[in-house]
């Protein structure tokens, strides 16, 4: 079976992790999962929000939105209050990163992750996530370099990816045209151990049976082993610069979802 | 290993389905999930929503609160747009019953299930579906019934329910003591041929591994069974009473499923 | 003249006050007038609002809201702002229940009266009076009980209900049938030594004379008088087990309407 | 007793309406009750509220505001949403002056009456009755003699006043410095044949009895009709200038008060 | 060339100040051009703006409002968050007005100038700036005088006036009847030492030449010097009653305006 | 005199145009004029605004924002209501744009212009007019070669710049660190026949006189013919391509600035 644009079911799109590309933050990614590019940008603020007061620990959050022509037909603003649909997004973004970080590392800090869909053609609630990774390491390497952190909070990446059933064959990485004929919709959240973040799954036209179920997530899986090697090759460049410790954190993290299992 | 209130892991909380208790929706239901206690109405409108217009389907959808008292605190009424929290539950609540029902034959009309939950004591999102299946189910046998439509748009029963580790030991059904203490949190939403309509899992504490996933989906399909069995004892004394054509139902619903398979 | 369900002009409905239903409330009462029905909860927390501060005084507040299908039509959740009638009739409730209370006995907390209309049929307002005086009484009771407070700030009882004329008849304790067509609608609030503490009437249909205002006035007394027996009723199981000394509030009370007299 | 500005118990304040001072409303009238000042408009636009279409009837309703600087204090526009207090004024001029007018005769035309209050010293919302009406009935005895209605939709003069006790005094017309100490405030609304369209009465420091509350209604009544005379003046000149059969309106007035007695 | 009112190209319409009219504001201005009518208000409240604290400061900030019928047609009040053109008008009678004062004299108050418009024919912000300075003036006047500051924070009067090309005329304060047909519309705000505060000229119907714009240049500078003059006219009484150093403040607002040439 | 970046008085910043970068927009620009970097795209939809049915008119109409880490500092998205600065900068953007355009050819259809500032180092508005005027002519050059448009809606094209005073200085186009501490802005929008579009004026730290302002006008006319070649040399290659009559634009431009002098 062959798709649209000529992948295997078991294929990513072409994917490019740029970083610092457009404006100020402390860390930024523009990640491109073939047509759709998201900019992720991490801000680093002093204090933490109200209800965290005094419990010695960081905060990481997630914004997202549509730029109005990311898509085909002209989506509007959010100017009055958001949409079910964007707080979902910005929610599981949000709670996938923070499973990144050891907050209490993090302690008088919040960081914003932006994700702004420049393009969209699918896929980008994961691809924030997994961009959004980039641009949170590289503000949080570069927050410990400039000795602002006691230890640098960085636990573990994580990355995500979509699947899904069309037609009856299961497919990795759907893109618009796959996403929106779907039956069933998967969103997959791992870390780089392996362990599982978050899976959202969804029918759409039919409910699956619990073997169709798992192949999803095993299709999944495969794709975001390959999305972490990806994210390690466009931070390389910058952990070498600031002498990061990522050989420790790598093993740290290992314990730490050891621990789980 | 047993649990605060006596139970062990694999045990639901004790259960009541109530029917037509307050109000004057055309169907509802009380279901008390220990003490966990939401009231589901129906409520039946013509017309359909505007995007769905000229397309000959009908539309369900959910709204979820909290009334105020029904928390240990309480918890301040959302009267100038509704959280991302609110959001997520009753969009889930929605697609969940919409897998329920064949929209064509419900065209002209809208079904909105509210859910409103008396008190809160963990679980409520998952108890307001399989509250809320009963509900619709009432209103629609009744619409049925009453000559309004041409075929019963019920095709499957549906019903949820939470699992979770907490401190290592995976239970089904948390209440609020176990759900604020848990590792991870997963929601399943099954019909009543056993195929998966949403899944959703969420690492709050700590990622787990897929061995440990797949213990919380057998975990919970067990105790949909048995919700599914008090769903349909409850409304048996109605369908009976209307003649509903359930067994067609129930065949009608396993092809769909088979389909699936 | 006979009415619809076979009362005479000057009697209430069936009548039923239970206490702590549902919820976790400090104080909470279900009230039923015929097939209107209310869950009234009172929620007592620390600190006043911040136009209070500094003034040694607690604040009594309300909030009142018609759950979708307590009504024969799906009633909309005001979740974008209050309608006008909706502020108006929580005001009420505020204004009449602090009557209840010294506010200065009540230094340093709120509690906010919650009432929540789980069926409507006419004079929703006014049980929310009724039942919303139980459950403040039963949290300020128990607060006091409990030592919190020096004194208790319960100085009388309050009670409401509604007449008017339908036909030309004068009606007591309205229902929605007879609500619908009334030419003339009165709402009043008197206290336990018959002093009164609010009157709304409007004129719907046509204004009357001076002489027919007088006789509902008349009408509405006496069946405020029935009405404060039978909260008295509800509260005394609490009242007696904790030897809250409700004779010396009677006569405080008493003391305070004389001095205005 | 003597009044800090001189006045008996029963006295009004200096009372002055002007005609059409301001824009260019259908009508308008700046009342002035001592040194409150209020400019209301009546805006006569066609078509009737979604609600009221195909009931052949016409629409009358008010919007009520305080410039910043009416009052002592600046006070904070009302930009996002009304706060209660501004809802429940303009809610209670509207159905004061909707009993003025016979709706079926004014189909196919709203009516919108802006008061805005330009000074601020007490008894503001009564002053926006006794002055709106002046501007309702100068605009609908316009747009009857411009002859776009068959008949005047004008049936009865209303006016309004408010009552108190202050420091044990039942006083007539309370200025801001009485109104901010006053134990019980009464708004009342009369025709112009004497019958009761509204009665508002609020304990602010006390119940009152109800021979005390008795007091207040004679009090108010009173000087209603006074104000209903000044009303009268004001409207003379346009009254006669139209030629607008007044004779006959205040007789039918009359009848459709005394078929209520 | 002579316009709708026999006015010349280069006259103003008949202008009017009075102050004090009505309200309780520490200085007020009703300002008449034509059949434009605005009342103006400064409020002076203690404290200023979160963003300003610590600086050392004063501000002065302006709100501006369409009464409903101060429009041929009502205009709809901005009760739910306000249009893109007010905020750009009550920017500019901000800007303009601070360009008045000296913040530094002014720390520790926030004066509020409040622009409502009673009669709107055109060049309804042009008004508010010249009346909000002489309501400003006359607030700082009294408040220095009074000795709550150091030193008089008016350090300079402001005016403003519309022009704009007509059918090819190019003509000074244009009425609603002019503004509505305009090619083009320039407002100028400038100090009474002649210095250019604020230019906004936007091509209506078509864009003009350099040549073309300087003219209404030149037509507005002359303009704004009479209303100068008509302001300090107004202001007299107050400025020798208190014996404001008015001769000081003018030769301290010429070496400010050399200071820039 | 030499400025931060080495600039004279009079140089632009380094002005780059691309076209088509990112999404889907029928037309869109990414216009970067030094670190200035704004996203222009030119959504064009069926339909007009209601308030312009049966008018025989198209409309033009621009939004605006800052993406949250344009600027140094995170900038928080306007997601409840926009400020009064994000309003005039969109309403500013149209009115430029809609000059640039014959209405009356684009009836039938809406063109958006977004405009999002993916970096922000000064003069985003200006930037916005001249970039949104390559996405708009881009969008109507392929709207009337696909044959949708009788004729071209063309009619001239736009751009805009800045100018001020910084320390005494006259500056073109200036960047955040100059903007931050100028006297005085003007922003200037000109036609390509050299008419006068818009002049926004306006004194941060001083007034200027008439001689000052007249060299900032001089100094942006120039500045804003260079961006003009820069914009002809972004479109030339679509309208080569297209084989748009750009020729006989410019001539008809001409005539009515022409017309207008």
Excluded: K
Aim: charged share 25%; hydrophobic share 45%.
């Amino acid at each position: 079976m062959i798709r649209n644009d000529g992948r295997a079911p078991s294929d990513l799109r072409p994917v490019r992790i740029s970083i610092d590309t457009y404006g100020y933050a402390e860390g930024s990614a523009l990640i491109e999962m073939g047509n759709t590019r998201v900019l992720c940008t991490a801000s680093v603020e002093e204090g933490v929000p109200q209800w965290l007061r005094g419990q010695q620990r960081g905060w990481v959050t997630a914004e997202y939105a549509l730029l109005p022509r990311s898509t085909a037909q002209r989506t509007r603003r959010e100017r009055n209050g958001l949409s079910g649909r964007t707080q979902e997004i910005q929610r599981l973004i949000g709670r996938a990163l923070r499973a990144a970080v050891a907050l209490e590392a993090l302690d008088g800090f919040t960081v914003t992750i932006d994700c702004d869909v420049l393009q969209a053609d699918g896929g980008t609630r994961t691809a924030s996530i997994t961009g959004g990774y980039v641009a949170l390491a590289l503000a949080l390497h570069r927050l410990t370099a400039a000795g602002r952190l006691a230890a640098n909070p960085i636990r573990r990446a994580v990355a995500a990816v979509s699947a899904g059933y069309v037609g009856g064959n299961a497919l990795l990485d759907l893109d618009y045209s796959e996403d929106s004929v779907a039956d069933m919709d998967c969103n997959l959240v791992l870390t780089d151990d392996g362990a599982i973040v978050e899976v959202q799954s969804t029918a759409e036209a039919r409910a699956v049976s619990r073997a169709e179920f798992d192949v999803l997530i095993d299709l999944a899986s495969d794709g975001i082993h390959r999305l972490l090697a990806l994210q390690r090759e466009a931070l390389a460049p910058v952990v070498e610069r600031l002498g990061v410790a990522s050989a420790e954190l790598q093993s740290e993290d290992r314990s730490v979802a050891d621990g789980g299992a």
